[in-house]
C-alpha cells in the first residue's frame, strides 16, 4: 500500500472511521463530524490511482491534501505569553534599524512602535531523499506577522523572562501561513543535519557519472578504432555516434534526477509566544523611487529581524531593491547588487503576493 494511501487509512481509523481494505484500495465509512471537517462523503472508496468510482488519495491529490490539512489542524501545541525581566527600550531597536543595511539603496528610520510580537516556535520533522532517505527533527522559530525567522528565540525565551499561558489561543490564517514559513525555513536546518548523508550521496553521484562517462568513453574509443581500420561505412560511422551520444544523453539526465535532494517537511509540535517586539517603519530610496519597509526587532534576542525576499520566499538580510518595483531581494537571489540587473521577482511573480 502507498504511503498516502497508508496514511489515509491508519488517520481515519484513529479518528474513529470504520475501514476496510479491499484490492482496489481502501472502504472508508467516516464519522459524519470528520467528514463534515474534511468536506468528503462519509463513505467512499480510496484508491492509490485515478479510479472510476474511488476518490484519489495518490501524491499530489487534491483529496490527500484535505486529509493533511485536517492532520495537521491537531498538530500539539502550546500558547504561551512571554512577560520580560527588564523593560524592552524603544532606542535600542531604533538603533538597530539606523545600522540596517540596504546593499543598494538609502534609508530613513521614519517611525517605531513599542508593541507585542507573537511567534511561532516550530518542531519540523522532515525527511531529504536522494538515491537514499534520512529523517529528522529540526526547530524553526518565525516571527508571525513576518513570517522570516527568529533564531535563536526559544533558547533565550527561557532566559529573558517568565512564561505563562496564554488566554487568547491562536488561530487560522495567521497560524497556517507562519506554519509554512517555518516549513520553508527548516530546510536549511535540515540539510544543515544531514551534511554527512549529503555528502556521501552527492559522492555517489559522482562515482555514478565518472563510471558512466568511463564506459561512454570506451565506446566511442572502439567506435574510432573500428572506423581507422576502415571497417565500417561513413554513414554508419555517424548513426553509431549518433546513437551513443543520445544513450549517454539519456543516462546522464536518469543520473541528475536520481540526485536531486527532495525536502519534505511537517509540522510536528509547536509553541506559539507572545513577546515584546518593536515595529520600526523605514523609508528606503533607490535612485528615484522610494518605498516603505516595516521590520520587527525582537526583544528576546535582541536582533532585528530580516525581511522577506520577493523571489525564494526566504530571509534577506542585507537586501537589495530592483529598479522597477523596488523588490526586496536576498543575496542569494541577486548576489551582485550594483549596476542593472534582472529582477527575479518581477519576472516571476508569485501569487501568494497577491501578483
Ligand atoms: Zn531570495
Ligand atoms: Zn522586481
Redesign the pocket.
Known sequence: MSTPLSFVRAWSEHRGAVVEAGQEGVEILQPAELATALGLPEHARYAEQPTPGALWVGYGAPTLERFLQEATRHVPWAALTLEPHSAPREATARAAAERFVLRNAVHELEGSRLSTGARLVAYVRYSLSTDDRRDGLVEETVSVSQRVSVPGFWRAAGGSGALRPAVARPAGAALEQAARAALLRAEASARAQSRAFLEGSARRQERDLRRMEEYFHGLRAELDKRARRGKLAAEDIALKAGAIERERAGKLQELKERGQVRYEAALVAAVWLEAPVAELTLRARRRKAECSLTLEYDFVTLHLLAPV??????D?PQPALCDERLHV??????PRAEGRWSC?ACREPRADRGE
Open positions: 525576499c520577493a523571489a525564494c520566499g526566504l534577506a531581494l536576498c543575496v542569494a537571489c541577486v527575479p
